[in-house]
């Protein structure tokens, strides 16, 4: 029965009082939808409820005196009306699964927030560990100088023990003299053993969590890097043959020359014994074994201006070398140590391009300057020596070209195509070789290799340099001219590097930028003390290094040849270079290469640089027909017109950075110009060019990113939410 008081008590809730959790529309939903069920199936007359006026009750037929639904109402065994009852159920049953569904998302959210809490708690106690190790190794560097303190104090009191038995008594003197004998051999030992560990620590403790985490991330693949070279021998061995050749042009190319600019002071046999022990010592210690390094012609412009320098300030060449070199393999070490390579992200692609088109323009300019010379210096009655060496150059340079390409070719059997690519370079250099010496063709008198009969120094000096030749004042000033060679040393380095892990490459083990700044650091300072020339990173070669321990395949959409593995390995480099360093042993062998086939090898390592330089291609897009190029190319972006004014920008600064290197008296300061190049691309072209042009012309413009473990909380709950 319905009850209510008579207007102090509110009344009885309605029928639909279960809903309430409902919105207004709901409401009114349900309301339509009781009022059509009741429409539908009314109520009969002896089920409605009865009521009494002028009582304080409302009494229910005796019928249904007994149900309890809804207020009021209890066992129920009949319900009114079965449409209402199943419309009920739906609702309810809604409802239900609304509230599983927002209970499973705060779960969620909750999961995430403690995920992330568990994160933070472990980064702390990483931090904690490292803090500990740092605070330990700290203790043990003092505890190390202490006792190395504490044994020169020994030998002093056995000095001043020794000097008063020399005047007391001569017994005396023989037991005091075997005194500072043990302590000497204490403070010896205490030296050898400690002075080591005592370095260790202290670059330890500089070492950042960058150098750190390059370390670790090459550790795991050390030996891998050695081993992975013996599964692919038919891939190797072809490999180092080239690459042998392709370090050998250089070295004596540029070992020529800084003989004349030297006046002899410097020449091949250095350059082939410097290039030699750097990079059979950097292939050992380095994190990326696939780059190389190798003498470049800014390296040689340098030692050039330098050679210059102390010619007209009278100081001798060698001592101030070796002690620019020291102080610059000190800066170069400190900025590994500290991660400094970080900041190579801000000199973007645009830099990028512009410097490796610069590099391969010069192998090219450096292949036509020797062929021009055969022809400047011959009688102009007779040019048949020029035309012949022309004519080598060229078929060395194009028969090397086409068995390179011949694996995409559908000739012969996949592996044979494979092995005329790999020992095709190598073919072609042995096959012109032995051409020049033959008896017809010695008549027409080509020139070869220029290099000495015997192993010997420029001038007979000694190995080692003499650091004491010059004063203090002149060893500190000398730190000057290292801070450009280290800005060209940083900017060369990681330039040629990170094109040697571009993600076009598919290298799987990781990059480890401070590490090469170490070992590079470290093998310049070996190099300075025995005046032989610095080397730095060699884009051509260790782009070509790259390319020929490559498993390529042809894309058939772009018609191009695709590298889909590449086999890491330091092996290759460390042959290559020990054939290198040991080719000083085989000089006379060496003088019968014809200098034409070392020009027609670097006219292949230039124009094979530029294959993957998007800079050239969009010069010759620029010149294309829109509808035949491909729907990404970014000419369909951005228009012709301001794709051609980005490709002019860097053309412009190409020309400026090769006209700059060629002035021998301002090339000591080639590292600015790089620093011209990115402030270019950072403060001009920006009032140009929007972030989605950049885009897609590939270059994006660095961000400076958070790291994760600095979100606040706020940003960790709403991730949450959003889960």
């Known amino acids: 029965m319905y009850s209510h008081d008579d207007g102090n008590k509110p009344a009885d809730r309605p029928r639909y009082h279960r809903y309430n959790f409902l919105s207004a529309p709901a409401i009114l939903f349900l309301a339509v939808i009781n009022a059509r069920a009741t429409s539908a199936f009314p109520t009969p007359l002896s089920h409605r409820p009865l009521s009494v006026k002028g009582g304080s009750h409302s009494i229910n037929h005796k019928s249904i005196s007994g149900c309890s639904s809804y207020a009021g109402f209890k066992d129920c065994t009949e319900f009114p009306s079965n449409g209402r009852r199943s419309m009920s159920s739906v609702i309810l049953q809604a409802y239900q699964k609304e509230q599983k569904e927002f209970q499973r998302s705060l779960l969620e959210a909750k999961i995430a927030n403690d995920i992330k809490s568990t994160n933070v708690k472990e980064e702390k106690q990483r931090n904690e560990v490292v803090a500990k190790q740092i605070d330990q190794e700290k203790e043990e560097l003092r505890d190390a100088a202490k006792e190395v303190k504490e044994a020169a104090k020994g030998v002093s009191k056995s000095a001043k023990n020794l000097g008063g038995a020399v005047i007391s008594n001569t ?227 194009f028969g090397t070209m086409k068995v390179v390409k011949f694996e995409a070719t559908k000739f012969f059997s996949s592996n044979v195509r494979k092995i005329i690519k790999n020992f095709g370079p190598v073919s072609m250099i042995l096959l012109f070789t032995l051409l020049n010496l033959l008896p017809w063709a010695q008549k027409f008198h080509v020139p070869t290799l220029s290099v000495p009969d015997t192993l010997q120094l420029a001038g007979g000096r000694s190995f080692l340099v003499g650091l004491k030749d010059i004063p203090v004042n002149i060893r500190l000033l000398c730190a000057f001219p290292a801070c450009l060679l280290t800005c ?37 300072g070996v190099l300075s003390i025995f005046g032989l020339p610095w080397m730095c990173g060699a884009t051509v070669q260790s782009m070509n290094h790259v390319r020929a321990m490559a498993e390529t395949e042809l894309n058939e959409e772009t018609n191009q040849m695709e590298i889909t593995e590449v086999t890491e390995t330091r092996l290759t480099g460390f042959i290559i270079h020990a054939m290198l360093a040991s080719t000083v042993l085989l000089l006379p062998v060496i003088k019968n290469i014809p200098i034409p086939v070392v020009s027609g090898v670097f006219l292949f390592l230039g124009r094979k640089l530029m294959t993957g330089n998007t800079f050239f291609q969009r010069i010759t897009d620029g010149f294309a027909e829109r509808a035949r190029l491909p729907d990404k190319n970014p000419i369909h972006l951005l228009g012709r017109k301001k794709m051609n004014i980005y490709t002019g920008v860097q053309v412009l600064c190409l020309l400026g950075l090769f006209g700059f290197k060629q002035i021998p008296s301002i090339t000591i300061f080639f590292p600015v110009m790089i620093g011209v190049l990115m402030s270019i691309r950072a403060f001009v072209l920006p009032k140009f060019f929007n972030e989605e042009e950049f885009d897609a012309l590939g270059d994006q413009t660095p961000q400076i990113k958070r790291s994760k473990s600095t979100m606040t909380s706020d940003a960790v709950v709403q991730k949450g939410l959003q889960c």
Request: overall charge positive; aromatic content about 14%.
């Open 488 to 524: 060209l040393f940083f900017m060369d380095q990681n330039i040629s590097v990170r094109l040697v892990n571009n993600p076009d490459n598919k290298l799987k083990k990781g990059a480890a930028y401070n590490l090469d700044m170490v070992a590079l650091g470290m093998i310049t």
């Open 171 to 397: 017994t005396e003197v023989i037991e005091a003299v075997q005194e500072v004998s043990q302590s000497a051999k204490n403070l010896g030992g205490a030296f050898i053993s400690r002075v080591p560990i005592l370095f260790t620590r202290l670059c330890t403790l500089l070492a950042t969590s960058q150098m750190r985490n390059d370390i670790l991330r090459r550790r795991k693949y050390y030996v891998s890097d050695w081993t992975d070279a013996f599964k692919k021998k038919r891939q190797v061995i072809p490999a180092v043959l080239f690459l042998y050749f392709a370090c050998l042009a250089p070295a004596v190319s540029f070992g020529t020359i800084s003989s004349e600019i030297t006046n002899g002071s410097m020449g091949v046999v250095e350059f082939l014994l410097g290039s030699g022990f750097a990079g059979m010592l950097y292939s050992i210690f380095c994190g990326q074994p696939m780059a190389f390094v190798a003498p470049t012609g800014l390296t040689l412009a340098f030692i050039s201006g330098l050679f210059r320098f102390c010619k007209l300030s009278d100081l001798p060449f060698f001592p101030v070398y070796a002690w620019v070199g020291l102080w610059t393999s000190a800066f170069m070490t400190l900025l590994g140590l500290i991660g400094a390579s970080k900041l190579i992200r801000f000199c973007t692609r645009f830099t990028d391009e512009v410097f490796n088109g610069m590099l391969s323009v010069n192998f090219l300019y450096e292949a036509f300057s020797s062929l021009r010379r055969n022809f400047v210096h011959a009688n102009p009655m007779n040019l048949t020596m020029p035309f012949v060496a022309l004519s080598m150059a060229l078929g060395t340079f």
